[in-house]
């Protein structure tokens, strides 16, 4: 799904499960998944839908670590 693209340096820990069509198009912005944007479409990976399976919206705002759900990219750090 990622290959060939190139990951932006992330500011903040990002949800694996949080996708947008972005990432699927040739030369898609990968920037969309860091900066929320409202013409963007966002969706969990794990439910299909536009809630997580917290049932709370899911979106780059939304999908932080607090929620129980949440699960970085590159796995959980190690401590």
Same mark, same amino acid.
């Given at each position: 799904?990622?290959?060939?693209?190139?990951?932006?340096?992330?500011?903040?820990?990002?949800?694996?499960?949080?996708?947008?069509?972005?990432?699927?198009? #040739?030369?898609?912005?990968? =920037?969309?998944?860091?900066?929320?944007? !409202?013409?963007?479409?966002?969706?969990c990976?794990?439910?299909?839908?536009?809630?997580?399976p917290?049932?709370?919206f899911?979106? #780059?705002?939304?999908?932080? =670590?607090s929620?129980?759900?949440?699960? !970085?990219?590159?796995?959980?750090?190690?401590?």
């Amino acid at each position: 799904m990622l290959e060939g693209k190139t990951l932006p340096i992330f500011s903040r820990p990002i949800c694996q499960d949080l996708r947008t069509k972005a990432i699927y198009i #040739p030369g898609g912005n990968l =920037q969309n998944l860091v900066e929320e944007n !409202p013409g963007t479409h966002y969706w969990c990976n794990c439910t299909m839908q536009v809630v997580g399976p917290d049932d709370q919206f899911v979106s #780059p705002n939304a999908c932080k =670590q607090s929620r129980s759900c949440f699960s !970085p990219v590159g796995g959980k750090p190690v401590v």
